[in-house]
């Protein structure tokens, strides 16, 4: 994974604006405020780790960044536009430009890793079948996985899943990556394979949010990192900064727990 060939999407800057912005962002469910006023942006390139306890309300920001969930009052302008209200083909083109990878891979058990990637692409129009799969092999072998095109996914292990999850996302050339504790699921000797194929899509300059507990991977990797609890954005700064000389007392506890 070391070769620059162009296969990852190179960052499109729209006019000066960041491609995430989100003002005084709240999401309720029921009665349960989950976020409670977020402010976030994200410039162009830049890569954020989102940190904090279970339940603090990372995924919820996460799916709230590309309306997997919808929002109860704030803005959300990924892109130049604001999907907290976007509706039809204006939300469906944002969200084409949004890639995210969960926990749990959801790739069709059916399909080989080839037919996974190769997909998406071709069902929204974008590629014709034989580009597609063209791609879709580009970018197999770019996360390391040119021998296993062919095969289903009960025959790859969770880090290789993992893996076509990500070129799965990538097929549709997004400007923004969203992974939502990408490596939680997998057993530790596999963490590093996946890790290693985020760490390559940072370095190639794609703007990026993960949700993490990988400290370690955060501090290496992200350009800030955001402290999130009790559904909101308690501290964000430099990785050193934040893991080292954190400010709030929230910060601080949390991270004698983890660190
Ligand atoms: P985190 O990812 O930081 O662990 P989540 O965003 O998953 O936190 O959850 C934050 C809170 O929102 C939790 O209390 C969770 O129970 C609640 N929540 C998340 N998704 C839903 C949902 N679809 N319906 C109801 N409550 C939800
Ligand atoms: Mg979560």
Do not use: W
């Amino acid at each position: 994974m070391t070769n620059s060939e162009p296969v990852y999407t190179q960052p499109i800057t729209v006019g000066d604006e960041d491609p995430i912005i989100v003002n005084d962002l709240h999401k309720s469910f029921g009665s349960n405020e989950v976020l409670k006023g977020i402010d976030l942006k994200v410039k162009n390139g830049e890569v954020i780790a989102i940190i904090g306890p279970s339940g603090s309300g990372k995924s919820t920001l996460l799916r709230c960044l590309n309306r997997l969930e919808d929002v109860t009052s704030g803005e959300v302008i990924i892109l130049g536009e604001n999907i907290a209200t976007a509706k039809g083909k204006e939300l469906d083109q944002v969200r084409q430009r949004v890639g995210m990878v969960f926990q749990h891979f959801n790739l069709f058990p059916h399909m080989t890793a080839l037919e996974n990637v190769a997909l998406a692409p071709v069902e929204t129009g974008k590629l014709g079948k034989a580009d597609a799969r063209k791609r879709a092999a580009e970018l197999l072998d770019r996360v390391g996985l040119g021998d296993k095109k062919e095969q289903r996914p009960a025959q790859l292990s969770g880090g290789q899943k993992q893996r076509v999850a990500i070129a799965r996302a990538l097929a549709m050339s997004p400007e923004i990556m969203l992974f939502d504790e990408a490596t939680s699921a997998l057993d530790p000797e596999m963490v590093g394979e996946v890790l290693q194929v985020i760490r390559d899509l940072a370095a190639s300059g794609m703007t990026m949010a993960l949700v993490t507990h990988e400290m370690g991977f955060a501090r290496e990797v992200a350009d800030r990192v955001v402290f999130m609890d009790g559904g909101k954005v308690v501290e964000s700064s430099a990785p050193a900064d934040l893991f080292d000389h954190p400010k709030e007392s929230r910060t601080q506890d949390f991270l004698s727990k983890v660190l």
